[in-house]
């Protein structure tokens, strides 16, 4: 079983920067996969990037420049960041951990993102 834990969320004026980072505990060598996830007022759920357990990492087009996608380990814990630069308020969200081990998905309780001047 895999715990997530995340912070980093708040209130940031356009054009700034912000990191998320979550992490997760438990059997963490059971983890293949990383990703960041964000629902917008109104809006789906949508990726925002992956990391693989090998580091192999990807963001999706919308944020693709802007954001970057990286994660640490040690012996115990599991540990993936979000950097967020040049924010617009398009990127206003909930943002959520999600990681896949032995095939199941585990979510964080999500972070708000909030762009605004």
């Known amino acids: 079983q895999v715990q997530l834990v995340e912070s980093g969320g708040g209130l940031v004026q356009p054009g700034g920067s912000l990191g998320l980072s979550c992490v997760a505990s438990g059997r963490v060598f059971t983890i293949d996969n990383l990703a960041w996830y964000r629902r917008a007022p109104g809006k789906e759920r949508e990726l925002v990037g992956s990391i693989s357990r090998s580091g192999s990492a990807y963001v999706t087009d919308a944020v693709k420049g802007r954001f970057a996608i990286s994660k640490d380990s040690t012996p115990t814990t599991m540990t993936v960041y979000l950097q967020m630069n040049n924010l617009s308020p398009e990127d206003t969200a909930v943002y959520y951990c999600?990681?896949?081990?032995?095939?199941?998905?585990?979510w964080g309780q999500g972070t708000q993102v909030t762009v605004s001047s």
């Open positions: 999600n990681v896949l081990s032995l095939g199941s998905y585990v």
